[in-house]
């Protein structure tokens, strides 16, 4: 299994970017996606998270409200749109695949990831 981020880019402050994660290969109903984002300097940070059947959705509070994270109908693809957009959020962001059918904000818990796509919020 191989997971590809992109999306990312260049966007004013309060525009939006909506993030894509492909996902090849074969993978299990139990499973969690998960968002992530490290800026300069910095340690690698929870943003989102989904349940694989998609009906379950977590949130670090500095996003709440203006990330939403979903799944594509062909079960090979999650999104994460944000909008409204700050500074704050400027950061290599990554997808992750957790194998197991509980939530976790830790990266450490997380089985394989994807190589990072950058979003670059302008002032």
């Known amino acids: 299994v191989q997971l590809q981020a992109s999306g990312g880019g260049l966007v004013q402050a309060g525009g939006s970017l909506r993030l894509s994660c492909v996902i090849s290969g074969r993978t299990s109903s139990t499973i969690h996606m998960g968002w992530f984002r490290q800026a300069p300097g910095k340690e690698r940070e929870f943003v989102a998270a989904?349940?694989?059947?998609?009906?379950?959705?977590y949130y670090a509070g500095s996003v709440r409200g203006r990330f939403t994270i979903s799944r594509g109908n062909d079960n090979d693809e999650v999104y994460l749109q944000m909008n409204s957009l700050n500074p704050e959020d400027t950061a290599v962001y990554y997808c992750a695949m957790r194998n197991s059918p509980f939530v976790s904000r830790r990266r450490s818990e997380y089985n394989l990831w994807g190589q990072g796509t950058q979003v670059t919020v302008s002032s």
């Open positions: 989904i349940s694989w059947s998609g009906a379950n959705t």
